[in-house]
């Protein structure tokens, strides 16, 4: 028996003990309707930490987690609302605060994890969006509320997914962090529904600091770093201070790749704490392939980093010939010079 199994009786037990004295009829519960963010969390693995650790162990490590992250999001600014065996529904009255919250919980359930599970990690996949919510018996309801939950159930580990309404509430700073996954269909709604990706790990960069010492160091020794890139006899140069380049069918992105598979915002190259990383963005995927190697790395939603030389391929696997591909070669060379600033530029 899972988890949300031995949850659903005990909250079935529950509403029972909450009729009247005659059973006949539910008590009366005072309502209420607001604007609300609602953020449906839930945590990635736990089918597997079940089989893999018994019902016992594994019942204490997701309740232990999930009644953390409730203190989380309430630390955060957030109302937990209910658990939901291995997840857990929270209301923000502010749809900035439900993203920031999100944004640093991957770190908060990771450090949680290290401190009293040790080697036990579970993932967190997160939906947020924005609208009016009713509040009553302890529950909420709304269209808000069913799509934060299917966008939950649609997102991937360590990736949380943003409605529309929600996405246009956010400040601009807010909206640079955010990638379209296009219009998808979501269980519920008559149209294609516009979903976005928020990047969390550059939210938490954001805050980052390098101190002074450090910094020094740094310009003594020059780290010339680049990722060369071609597609179809089109070349590119992407040094760490030209920032992310993206990949895809719109006409606005540093790459555009004319190809029906490729996603309008497919994917996106950046360098990162000394790394050159691949993030997918994309409805169909993106396809690595290292050097020599005769099978590919599938990016669905995920990221990766990139080393050496190899093949990206967009939408589809690169052993098709019909695929849109880019070939691409990680290049670090260290010298001990003091760094002169940014060297070369982007051509297509």
């Known amino acids: 028996m899972t988890f949300k199994n031995i949850f659903h009786i005990l909250s079935s037990t529950e509403e029972f003990t909450s009729l009247d004295m005659d059973g006949a009829h539910p008590k009366a519960a005072i309502s209420t309707e607001s604007c609300k963010a609602v ?47 291995d997840g857990l529904l929270v209301l923000f009255d502010d749809g900035v605060d439900a993203v920031d919250a999100a944004a640093h919980t991957r770190d908060f359930l990771y450090d949680f994890n290290l401190k009293y599970h040790g080697n036990i990690m579970l993932g967190l996949k997160i939906g947020i969006e924005y609208g009016q919510v009713i509040e009553q018996g302890g529950d909420c309801y709304g269209d808000a509320v069913n799509v934060a939950a299917r966008l939950g159930e649609r997102a991937e580990s360590s990736e949380v997914l943003l409605g529309e309404t929600l996405y246009a509430c956010l400040p601009e700073s807010k909206r640079a962090l955010c990638h379209s996954l296009d219009r998808i269909v979501i269980k519920g709604k008559a149209d294609p529904f516009q979903v976005w990706r928020f990047d969390w790990q550059s939210s938490t960069e954001s805050t980052l600091t390098t101190p002074f010492e450090l910094f020094r160091e740094r310009m003594d020794v020059a780290l010339t770093q680049r990722i060369d890139i071609d597609l179809r006899g089109r070349h590119l140069q992407l040094l760490p201070s030209d920032g992310p380049l993206v990949v895809g069918r719109n006409q606005d992105c540093g790459l555009v790749v004319d190809d029906s598979r490729v996603s309008r915002r497919h994917a996106r190259i950046t360098w990162i704490g000394g790394q050159c990383t691949l993030a997918d963005f994309s409805s169909n995927g993106t396809w690595v392939r290292f050097g020599t190697e005769k099978t590919s790395v599938i990016l669905k939603r995920d990221n990766c980093v990139l080393h050496g030389q190899g093949i990206i391929g967009l939408g589809s696997a690169p052993e098709d010939f019909t695929t849109a591909t880019l070939s691409f070669q990680v290049i670090s060379d260290q010298r001990g010079v003091r760094s002169q600033g940014r060297s070369g530029s982007n051509q297509l």
């Open 39 to 85: 953020l449906f969390a839930d945590l990635v693995g736990s089918t597997g930490l079940f089989e893999e650790k018994g019902n016992v162990v594994a019942t204490e490590v997701i309740t232990n987690c999930t009644r953390a992250l409730g203190q989380h999001f309430t630390s955060k600014g957030g109302q937990v609302v209910k658990y939901l065996g």
